[in-house]
């Protein structure tokens, strides 16, 4: 479930430098009362509350969308919606050209403009009940144009896993999606590092959890009544922003797409200088693409927030 009854607690992760010890230090960099144990409170993206919609389907080139609904963008009879997930800022523009790589938006109010590198949703309202919604990055900026980079929000190395790691996927009861889609939430990283047993081995666990509004005593849970069942799978592939997840039984595959989901899986040990490492993650997530026409079923999962950077030293280990 989201929550337990700690107090509240802000810790900014610390960089690592490139080593699995890293990851360590960043689950414990300073001590704490309860056994070690840190909170990184961060806020619901403004793209995030995007994506919970079932009417919007991402996509990460224009190529994906019928030519027939896209030919009105193309010749600039309906337009286009940017919209920046940092601060909700919302801009009508036309589409002067795609490429395969980017696309080119001209802008109606030079208030607009970006700076490179920044981050922008294109949205292409095809129908009333379904549009488009494409991440880009800026790439160039033009007089009253942008010059839009498309990227996949999964852009990060991924890491196929050679072992069978079981993971389990709970969907989330109807109010928690309401919660995120209204900013009723906040929602909170715990990262514990536990002491080392006999063994040598230390358990770390990352998990995100949802509480109501800023009272942090007072949790929304993924035991909800009207929750789905957990589903049992195994992982594909791991990155900082997300996973990809097979699932030998899917029954309503429809279901669970744009839905969020919570994941819970225990990586395999890993050695370190003097002891060993095992870590549970606990993300939270949205399915973005189910694939059914192979079995096992496969889940597309974009993480709520992405893991730190520290653990790909850990991924790397997993995978060699």
């Known amino acids: 479930m989201f929550g337990s009854d700690m107090a509240r607690t802000r810790v900014e992760p610390r960089a690592g430098k490139g080593k699995p010890m890293s990851v360590c230090r960043l689950f414990s960099p300073t001590p704490a009362p309860g056994g070690g144990r840190e909170r990184i409170a961060f806020e619901i993206g403004e793209d995030i509350r995007l994506f919970l919609s079932p009417s919007n389907i991402q996509i990460n080139s224009p190529d994906h969308i019928e030519d027939a609904l896209l030919q009105p963008f193309r010749t600039k009879h309906k337009p286009i919606l940017l919209l920046s997930p940092h601060n909700g800022k919302v801009m009508s523009a036309t589409l002067h050209t795609v490429e395969r790589t980017y696309l080119m938006a001209e802008l109606e109010h030079s208030t607009f403009m970006r700076k490179p590198g920044e981050m922008l949703l294109v949205v292409f309202p095809v129908l009333p009940q379904r549009h488009y919604v494409l991440q880009t990055t800026v790439e160039a900026v033009y007089s009253g144009r942008l010059k839009l980079q498309y990227q996949d929000p999964r852009y990060d190395r991924r890491w196929s896993m050679p072992l069978a790691i079981p993971v389990t996927v709970q969907g989330a009861p109807m109010e928690i999606m309401i919660a995120l889609a209204h900013r009723q939430g906040h929602l909170v990283r715990e990262m514990t590092l536990a002491p080392s047993q006999p063994n040598g081995t230390r358990q770390g666990d990352l ?79 949205i399915v973005r693409n189910v694939r059914t026409t192979v079995s096992p079923a496969t889940l597309h999962i974009r993480f709520l927030q992405r893991l730190p950077k520290e653990m790909e030293p850990l991924f790397e280990a997993l995978c060699t």
């Not at 035991?223 to 992982?235: K, M």
């Not at 989901?261 to 060993?276: E, N």
């Open 207 to 285: 998990a995100d959890r949802l509480y109501e509004s800023d009272a942090l005593e007072s949790c929304l849970a993924m035991g909800g009544g009207d929750a789905s069942p957990p589903l049992t799978g195994s992982l594909k592939d791991l990155s900082l922003g997300g996973a990809c997840v097979t699932l030998a039984d899917l029954p309503q595959p429809d279901e669970l797409l744009q839905r969020v989901i919570l994941l819970r899986m225990t990586l395999p040990r890993i050695p370190l200088d003097t002891t060993s490492l095992q870590l549970m993650l606990q993300p939270l997530g």
